[in-house]
């Protein structure tokens, strides 16, 4: 069979699924594609910024862009650039905040009650909307396709690219379908079910693809599930991840300061897979097998169920990650010990998160041998958490209450792990040294973060009370 | 983006698969604003470990997957100041590969047993024109897109060839752009 061009197994093109009709009304001319909107953060854009500048270049729709500092910012409720104590991180943002006021850019920096992490901030202001093309400087724009728009992560060269021209030029990518039957069991989240299906399909899984997540127990996920689905999908190779939007959508997106003020439901409606479409690769799922997931190991991909114990390494890869991560095999997850545990990331850090998250440790107590954080995905989520007790909820705890950024998802700013450490995080990367240097990073659910904090190592969250 | 044409030189190899890009270029040194100097902090922890051997030479032989996770560019960047040119691998992560054909640092995937014999040679030729690897008197092709190959053997401004299409881009917008969202009017 021939491989397409970045080695890939190649398969015949595919006609009337979500994705292809989100791709053709986009199509400016062959590969070239346009962007409905262009999320900007403070890493991946100065250099693009300042290429624009040498080529005496402005950007074409500063009103289809929106920029805000997320990666570095301090979570310490720190206000201002100015107050950013490590000097590179200031730097960056000031950079940001620099770059948007020469370029028009509208942006939501630290100190603004709008700002947050990028993936959230986008669909709670309602500029993320169902049968979009959306793109960003950041792997996680796959989230986006929650609602039924094209959503993916670009690097810096494209993001100068969009910049100027509000275009991007793209081979289309193959499509997957990959199909839940059955539903999800008590206790099993929309965090278990993509990491199950990371687990089923691996970590290359979905190269190449445009992945579309569809059947009965998707349908049932809140949009803060869906998010949780679609934003992982690049950590099975996926190029993104979609779901058809529906009422539960519509509902959401309606009423937000970017929503349309009469939303073209009909137009939206139809913004869903034909019957008889065809996709490149298809994957069946059986929901109802799911249990509550905990990786083990330095991929998404090396997961299990908390039910069992770290498997047999296959390969040098998992012996390395196993050493890495200081266990051995047969060791019952739920023996596994812990020294940290971080609820947050543009994975899991919105109000359902922490709601489900402040469920469980209402009126308990963190083990007296970890340290707890809670780190809201953004100011506006972190605003109605604290009108709704929430806060208090987890300091009474014994958790950390931080303000939002992305924090020690990847560790950019002063959250981080130190060497040797052990955390369970509701974020979605647990590689080498993601969360701070020799960190040992166990991915979870909300639920199952907040009961690991409270016992200091894995429960099967089905089974405790 | 200088051109790129022919590749020739001794290769390096590192064999791991699923290699993501925080393991290439660390988070710690994202924080810089400008896009050169990051050779140095290229695998900064792994480079720590005993035994740790990579060479700055012209083309890196890997294992698959090369490149997944973070969409950050200073991947590319590490590898490229560091002196590679040319990427082998059986299979690259999509944000990565694209990344690489941006600044003109080749990434040529091989069928995995041409990666594995590629590994045993001393010295290697990509030849973009004629898109063959050479090694050991072989020749293995490989796969690029053509308009990415055009590109990359006339050291292409990309943004400049899109201008091009200048007025397919407004066309559109008159045409065919969606109603907002106006990020401007929030």
């Known amino acids: ?17 979500l994705f ?18 262009h999320l900007v953060h403070e890493v991946t854009s100065p250099q693009a910024f300042e290429s624009l500048r040498l080529a005496g270049r402005g950007v074409r729709r500063p009103d289809r862009t929106l920029a805000t500092a997320d990666h570095n910012v301090p979570t310490d409720g720190s206000k201002v650039a100015a107050q950013i104590a490590d000097h590179l991180s200031r730097v960056q943002v000031e950079t940001l ?30 500029v993320t909307q169902p049968g979009m093309t959306i793109v960003c400087g950041d792997s996680h724009t796959s989230t986006h396709g929650a609602f039924g728009a094209l959503a993916f992560g670009i690097g810096t060269s494209e993001v100068e690219h969009v910049l100027a021209t509000q275009t991007l030029q793209q081979r289309k990518p193959r499509s997957m379908r990959i199909l839940y039957s059955g539903e999800l069991g008590y206790g099993v989240s929309a965090k278990d079910l993509i990491l199950g299906t990371i687990g089923r399909i691996g970590v290359a899984g979905g190269v190449g693809h445009v992945i579309e997540y569809a059947g009965p127990p998707v349908e049932a996920l809140s949009m803060e599930g869906r998010m949780t689905v679609c934003n992982m999908t690049i950590e099975g190779g996926g190029r993104a991840g979609m779901i058809a939007p529906d009422d539960t959508t519509f509902e959401w997106v309606q009423g937000r300061p970017g929503a349309p003020a009469e939303p073209p439901l009909e137009q939206w409606r139809q913004l869903r897979t034909d019957d008889g479409a065809q996709f490149d690769t298809q994957v069946d799922i059986d929901a109802s097998q799911l249990s509550p997931q905990v990786t083990w190991g330095t991929t998404p991909g090396m997961v299990t169920d908390v039910t069992a114990a770290v498997p047999e390494p296959k390969g040098e890869n998992e012996e390395r990650a196993l050493e890495y991560m200081a266990l051995e095999a047969g ?58 007790g929430l806060d ?15 924090s020690m998802c990847l560790g950019m700013n002063p959250d981080t792990l130190a060497p040797g450490e052990r ?20 991915l979870v659910s909300p639920k199952m973060a907040a009961a690991a904090a409270l016992e200091g190592r894995f429960v099967d969250i089905r089974e405790w009370a | 983006m200088n051109p790129v044409a022919k590749i020739r030189g001794p290769i390096s190899v590192l064999r791991r698969s699923d290699v993501d890009t925080d393991q290439i270029i660390p988070k710690q ?33 890997t294992g698959r997957n090369f490149g997944c996770g973070s969409s950050r560019e200073h991947a590319p960047w590490a590898l490229e100041d560091f002196g590679f040119k040319a990427l082998v691998a059986p299979s690259f992560a999509d944000i990565f590969y ?60 990309d943004i400049g060839v899109t201008l091009q299409s200048a007025d397919a881009i407004e066309a559109y917008e008159r045409g065919r752009e969606r109603a907002g969202p106006v990020t401007t009017g929030l």
Request: hydrophobic share 35%; glycine share 10%.
């Open chain 2, 29 to 61: 040194f994202l924080k810089r604003v400008e896009r050169t100097g990051f050779g140095e902090f290229l695998f900064f922890d792994w480079a720590k470990e005993p035994g740790w051997d990579l060479d700055p030479n012209p083309i890196l032989v």
């Open chain 2, 98 to 157: 694209s990344n690489c054909t941006k600044i003109g640092l080749l990434p040529v995937p091989l069928p995995e047993a041409e990666v594995s014999s590629l590994m045993d040679a001393v010295d290697a030729e990509i030849d973009l024109e004629d898109q063959v690897v050479r090694f050991d008197g072989r020749e293995v092709p490989f796969q690029i897109d053509p308009e990415t190959r055009r590109r990359l053997l006339g050291g292409l401004d």
């Open chain 1, 20 to 37: 292809d009709k989100i791709w053709g009304a986009h199509e400016v001319a062959d590969n070239l594609l346009y962007v409905d909107l």
């Open chain 1, 1 to 17: 069979m021939a491989t397409t061009l970045n080695g890939e197994q190649a398969a015949p093109a595919s006609g009337g699924s």
């Open chain 1, 331 to 388: 060791t019952p997850m739920q023996e596994i010990e812990l020294d940290r545990v971080f609820i947050g990331s543009c994975t899991n850090s919105r109000i359902g998160d922490l709601r489900e998250a402040a469920e469980v440790v209402k009126g308990r107590k963190v083990a007296s041998t970890l340290s707890a954080m809670v780190v809201p995905g953004s100011q506006q989520v972190a605003l109605q958490a604290e009108n709704e």
């Open chain 1, 392 to 406: 208090e909820v987890f300091r009474a705890a014994g958790f950390d209450w931080r303000s939002a950024g992305c």
């Open chain 1, 423 to 442: 955390c369970a995080s509701t974020s979605n990367r647990n590689f080498e040294g993601r969360q701070g240097r020799g960190g040992r990073t166990h």
């Open chain 1, 97 to 126: 905040e620099r770059n948007c006021e020469q370029f028009g850019v509208p942006i939501y920096s630290i100190g603004s009650d709008r700002q947050g992490i990028v993936h959230v901030i986008g669909p709670e202001l309602g």
